[in-house]
């Protein structure tokens, strides 16, 4: 069966068009939708991109807290927050800020026109009505939320993405200014998903022409930035953003594999940030990405980047086997990896071990 594969229809990209989100969300003004709502990550709230949100009349902004990884409760909590302080349904939400507060405005606005708790969409086309207008405004680049189908949630059963075709945000607004300030371990483990994204989706069963090309040119793109010194950190952010984009695009014609069944057992269960996750598990993957993990290893001693080593030291028996049910079930990473009877190649025992090692 192949998938219907839905993608952002609009972008404005360049330094400095975050000046034209205002001009954007007036275009989107009616009268039974006469106001829009930021979800800002509460990282901002005393810099000088807060200053700049372009707010107006009854528009309002909620700042999110990303300390932990997106939650269907939170989500839940900022649909009822807005449905019931307003008559009217808002004309846009726009998320500003990295990933999860991306997977936050998608998710929000799929909820505001579905009833019941977000947990009840987790999984694939479970939406019944189109979302809000949404509009995504990444403040960190790797991660491909702005271009996926998916919001990725943590809710009380699973790790699991609203998924289709109501998702993807209608307009994503790169400018490549936004992230020029972001820390430099960060700007890593989050550009590094990225780079993971490309090794995944060219390497299992899963690939074709389409995921295969965007992934040879993010790929291209994510050495220029780690590994080309004559670059300006201008240049390297605008190069970074286009490789987050084209992965996204890749991973959606395609699939991850094994870092990220590890790495979502990680934040599953230890509460590590994405980025930093696969970042964990990577390094200790060289028996199935070889060359790319040895790569991985120079860039992260070129750019002197802090990596937690031997967290398994730290754990219980219980943990790693909690660790190891949450990735053992991501069925459809495994089957892209190693094929439909990936079961031969990978058991608990193997998952364990892989864990043991970080
Ligand atoms: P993040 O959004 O989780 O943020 C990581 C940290 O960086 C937070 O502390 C945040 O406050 C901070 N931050 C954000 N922008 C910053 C900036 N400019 N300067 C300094 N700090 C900044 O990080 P991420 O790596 O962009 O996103 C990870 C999230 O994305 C996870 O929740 C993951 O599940 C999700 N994700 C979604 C998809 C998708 O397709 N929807 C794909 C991959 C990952
Ligand atoms: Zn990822």
């Not at 990933?99 to 977000?118: H, R």
């Not at 989050?190 to 965007?214: K, L, P, Q, W």
């Not at 793109?221 to 996204?248: H, I, P, Q, W």
């Amino acid at each position: 069966m192949h998938r219907i594969i839905k993608t952002v229809p609009k972008s404005l990209f360049g330094k400095g068009s975050f000046n034209q989100v205002a001009d954007v969300i007036d275009n989107l003004r009616s009268d039974n939708k006469p106001y829009a709502v930021f979800l800002v990550d509460d990282f901002f709230k005393d810099k000088t991109l807060a200053k700049r949100i372009p707010l107006k009349g009854s528009d309002y902004l909620i700042w999110v807290n990303v300390d932990l990884e997106p939650k269907t409760t939170l989500v839940d909590k900022i649909r009822d927050q807005i449905r019931d302080g307003n008559k009217n349904l808002p004309c846009t939400i726009i998320g500003l800020g990295g990933g999860s507060v991306m997977d936050y405005a998608k998710a929000v606005s799929v909820m505001l026109t579905n009833e019941g708790p977000s947990s009840q969409y987790q999984g694939l086309n479970l939406a019944k009505n189109d979302a809000i207008y949404h509009i995504g405004i990444p403040t960190l680049a790797g991660t491909g939320a702005e271009v996926s189908m998916t919001a990725v949630l943590t809710g009380p059963e699973k790790k699991l993405g609203i998924k289709g075709e109501f998702t993807p945000f209608d307009l994503i607004v790169l400018d490549p200014e936004l992230i020029s300030d972001a820390p430099k371990n960060q700007r890593f483990y989050t550009g590094m998903d990225a780079y993971i994204h490309n090794v995944e989706s060219m390497t299992g069963n899963n690939r074709n022409a389409i995921s295969d090309s965007y992934a040879a040119q993010s790929q291209v793109l994510c050495r220029e930035v780690f590994l080309n010194d004559k670059l300006t950190r201008e240049e390297a952010d605008e190069k970074l953003m286009v490789a987050s984009y084209f992965g996204g695009l890749s991973i959606g014609f395609s699939e991850v594999g094994v870092c990220h069944a590890l790495s979502y057992g990680l934040s599953y269960i230890l509460g590590y940030h994405h980025g930093i996750a696969n970042c964990i598990a990577f390094n200790q993957l060289e028996d199935v990405y070889g060359e790319d993990v040895k790569e991985f290893h120079f860039m992260v001693k070129k750019h002197s980047i802090d990596l937690p080593k031997n967290i398994a030291a730290g754990l219980t028996e219980n943990q790693i086997s909690d660790m190891a049910d949450i990735s053992i079930k991501l069925d459809h990473m495994w089957k892209h990896a190693f094929g439909a009877e990936w079961q031969k190649h990978v058991d608990r025992k193997k998952i364990m071990d892989w864990f043991r090692r970080m």
